[in-house]
């Protein structure tokens, strides 16, 4: 029997869910409704259902009316990629009206949002997925299978640097990820997925964090200590954005015109503000120390301004050390095919035992975005789920716990003290 669907939030995430929906999973899925803000970005997402995948257009409701939208479609789940810092709202309120919700990362962005997702699980008996889909990238589960299967032994420390580069990391700053309000920071918004791929590979969760960093290339500041005299607020109509290699062109890039150019008129949102510009409050340069539960130890980095896009990690353990390099595609949000996002370009997965000769450990990669990862994700959401040794499907704990290590840094921040997680938020487990 098909379950019915609902998703709010028609932004640039969304159509990776619905899009996947109408044209794979069309014998165990009903998408029957969208809902938004904005009703011209409603219509835009229709209009994809119809030219891009064929399939007839579907009701339309605004935000305000989601509750009526709920009582009228009957839906099995609810599905949420609106803005980070309505998450909870939707999620919540999906629960009580009787519907299970499968939500894009992150879950929420601080501990009270947080509790109150929890609390609402423990309330209705309703149950949230949580959609990581690193976890399902075939390098990411091997690195979980060689430390299950004991390789390298206990695993004492892992040292983990994440790059974003000039076009996908600059994206954050563009915006509404640059007020921290909204997105909770690049800690939250995108560590969630480093953060809950340690506690993945690892099996265990965070216990103290300790964070510092800041904004040190974008803004309007520290361009200006740079020498920058001349400065533009967005990128539309601006002859000064037509020579900066940071702006985006969103009248050239018909799903960027049509989602979002398009739909200024409604709302005011601005999806080409000027990464150097005021109004930008969330980190650009990370680091983040992590005690784990096991004892185990992390040092984390993410800069949002580098060369080049992806990964390099250690995992030191009592037997050996395995080290990884992945070097992805760069993109931005909704500016190319969905199946780009998390590209690989090149990785090396390396095994050094403390005795003996090292070696690479061959990973077999698939179609797909995230090396195969999405359409693995994809089908456990929507199609006949596989039997999974490695648990790969998150849950609102799951989604809690990697949330949480972000939320303890942004608190560590502030403060300038250390943070223990479990003083956050009461998991009810």
Known sequence: MKKKYVL??????????????????????????????????????????????????????LASQFDEMIKAEQPDFVIVTSVDRTHHRYIIRAMELGCDVITEKPMTVDAEKTQAIIDAV??????????????????NTKIRELIRDGVIGQVNSVHFEWALDTQHGADYFRRWHRDKRNSGGLLVHKSTHHFDLVNFWLGTEPDTVYATGGLRFYGKENAEERGVTSFYERAYGSELAKDDPFAIDMESNPHLKGMYLDAEHEDGYHRDQSVFGDGINIEDTLGVNVTYKNKAILTYSLNAYLPWEGFQIAFNGTKGRIEVSVREQSYINSGGKKSDEGK?????????????ESYEVE??????????????????????????????????IDGAVSILTGIAGNQSLATGQAVKVDSLVDLKR
Request: charged share 25%; aromatic share 12%; glycine share 10%.
């Open 363 to 396: 990973v077999e990669e698939k179609e797909g975005g995230h090396g195969g990862g999405d359409p693995e994700l994809l089908n456990d959401l929507f199609g006949e789920p596989k039997e999974d040794t490695f648990h790969r499907a998150a849950s609102h």
């Open 122 to 139: 423990e309330r209705t008996g309703q149950q949230v997925r949580v959609t990581f889909n690193y976890r399902y990238a075939p390098h």
């Open 8 to 61: 709010i939030g028609t932004g640039g995430r969304a159509e990776f869910f619905y899009g996947s929906m109408v044209r794979d999973f069309q014998d165990t899925c009903e998408l029957v409704a969208f809902c938004d803000v904005n009703q011209t970005r409603l219509d835009y997402a229709n209009k994809l259902l119809e030219e891009s995948y064929g399939v007839p257009a579907i009701r339309t409701y």
């Open 344 to 356: 690989l370009e090149q990785k090396s997965l390396r095994v050094i035992p403390m005795f003996g």
